[in-house]
């Protein structure tokens, strides 16, 4: 599977439904990567996916979305399943679908955010939702955090390269490494940010992002983050 | 003190010395900033603050760095005092100058990397170094986090802007602003990324931008971060 061309690439997207799924489906598609968006709801997905489709008519070359329950999801991905249900929904969702899930890559989005204040983190006890992903599906299965501080508001807007760079964490090195290859299809930087610990600290900038987002003493929202080298 | 002009400040950098500290008091004397390097050595702070002002020499208008012992550079300071010595004395430092530090804010540029990986965190139970800082002095002395991103390198480079933005965490937000107020007097832009809390992401930061930077992979080092703006 690791080399699977991208004109065979279909990936799986839970929780598709929500705007960072949709998004993310979005972009996948404008890549060549085919999607099918995971809702509990089958019809709810198919739905979205159409509309998703539709936006994209205007856009040559662009990969078709599906749409199917979360288990159907899984069963069309080759080899990448995108976790991006909400945050109060992830441990249960990873545990149902924990058989299904064998011999994929799960790329997990979930932030932690405390409830009722985005501007600060509720971690598990497990230090990060990516170390609680790999601690619940087994080391067998790779857990791969990534795509944490991206927008979904960045992801829908087509017509602008998606501004920020994407730090990508995980367990298992060779998982990374198929992740960073797909992500930056999608015309980003993506770098390998280190082990799963890594993650309280890539999902954590979200809720600094989103604290200076909502600030009144910037000039600016929907920021992300860019590693940036010296005399760039 | 708050509307302390920027003729009259003068400002302590505790471990002063190391290369974080001196990169920190030559930016400061370009900005005009009067610095007093603290060590435990006031001979090697005088003889280090006298090679600083000889690099300066060519820069117009630098203020002058002086050197002392650690409790006669906050003597010297009307306001901030950063501490940028090793991690292994931070809370030593703390406890010993907490009485001399009544009155000031403590800038802290901490990072508790872990032994012999610093590629990894070591964190204090506090979360951070900035929380245990804030820990060890009091509430009565407000504890800033900052400038943990930028490498002793870019700080040096007197002819290169500083390539990063600088993340500024603490309990106290008028003291945050104060700090701000002054950071950005180095030609760079700061942020209030939140409470104390914050610094535990912030500070990790610094293990992921190092793990970055020794990479092969990446054709780049002593990277920074940027918060970016869509469209800029």
């Not at 609680?132 to 829908?156: K, R, T």
Request: neutral net charge; glycine residues 12%.
């Amino acid at each position: 599977m690791k080399n699977e061309g991208i004109a065979l690439m279909h990936v799986a997207i839970l929780g598709g439904t929500g705007p960072q799924g949709q998004g993310l489906a979005l972009r996948l598609a404008m890549a060549g990567v085919e999607t099918t968006l995971g809702s509990r709801h089958a019809d709810r997905a198919a739905e979205t996916a159409s509309g998703l489709n539709e936006k994209l008519g205007g856009k040559p070359g662009s990969a078709r979305i599906a749409g199917s329950d979360n288990a159907g999801a899984i069963r069309a991905a080759g080899r990448f399943v995108f976790l991006a249900v909400p945050y109060d929904a992830h441990h249960d969702t990873l545990t149902g679908l924990r058989p299904q899930l064998e011999g994929k890559i799960l790329v997990d989005l979930a932030v932690p955010l405390a409830p009722g204040n985005p501007r600060a983190m509720s971690m598990p006890p497990e230090g990060s939702a990516t170390e609680a992903a790999q601690a619940i599906l087994g080391e067998a299965i790779p857990v791969v955090g990534a795509l944490h501080n991206v927008s979904a508001w960045s992801l829908a807007r087509l017509d602008d390269k998606i501004n920020c760079d994407i730090l990508v964490v995980g367990n298992s090195v060779d998982a990374k490494a198929e992740v960073i290859d797909l992500i930056e299809r999608l015309g980003v930087n993506a770098y390998d940010a280190g082990p799963a610990e890594s993650a309280r600290c890539v999902e954590a900038v979200t809720s600094i992002l989103i604290r200076l987002n909502i600030s009144k003493k910037v000039p600016f929202t929907h920021a992300g983050i860019r590693i940036w080298a010296p005399g760039s």
